[in-house]
């Protein structure tokens, strides 16, 4: 049980990190999109890799939850909070990129605005909860 415990917990942090990288990556390609459909296709392609590392951030947090006997501590309701305001945040930016057509680039540039500030306080929380996490 203890061995899978810890292999849960090395597999959270890693899970975090990619998350974390996700969210980069999404952020440079928003900064340096320039055309609605390029931008569209990429983020068609790559946020199946984000919500995938959500999904193993929370199902290794499940793993670990169960593992301890499922005693809810403060840090443990920090990150169900968490895991669901990331959740949130990535369906609001996904469904505003919807309704931009292909060739409104103001349309575009607003959303790039609202994405930035979704994606910069995703990473600011992300790694709030990661440093919080080693401590």
Same mark, same amino acid.
């Given at each position: 049980? %203890?061995? #899978?415990?810890?292999?849960? &917990? /090395?597999?959270?942090? +890693?899970?975090?990190? !990619? ?27 790559? %946020?199946? #890799?984000?919500?995938?590392? &959500? /999904?193993?951030?929370? +199902?290794?947090?499940? !793993? ?72």
């Amino acid at each position: 049980m %203890n061995e #899978m415990y810890n292999m849960s &917990i /090395v597999t959270h942090n +890693f899970s975090v990190l !990619v998350i974390l990288g996700v969210i980069s990556i999404n952020i440079y390609k928003i900064f340096t999109a320039k055309k609605v459909q390029p931008y569209r296709k990429f983020n068609m392609l790559f %946020n199946p #890799m984000g919500v995938t590392a &959500i /999904v193993a951030i929370i +199902f290794t947090g499940i !793993v670990m939850m169960a593992a301890k006997h499922l005693e809810f501590t403060l840090a443990n309701i920090i990150m169900i909070i968490f895991a669901v305001v990331l959740i949130v945040l990535e369906v609001k930016r996904s469904k505003a990129l919807r309704y931009i057509m292909n060739q409104d680039l103001a349309s575009f540039l607003e959303y790039k605005k609202f994405s930035m500030k979704i994606l910069l306080s995703e990473f600011a929380i992300s790694l709030a909860i990661y440093i919080g996490m080693l401590l």
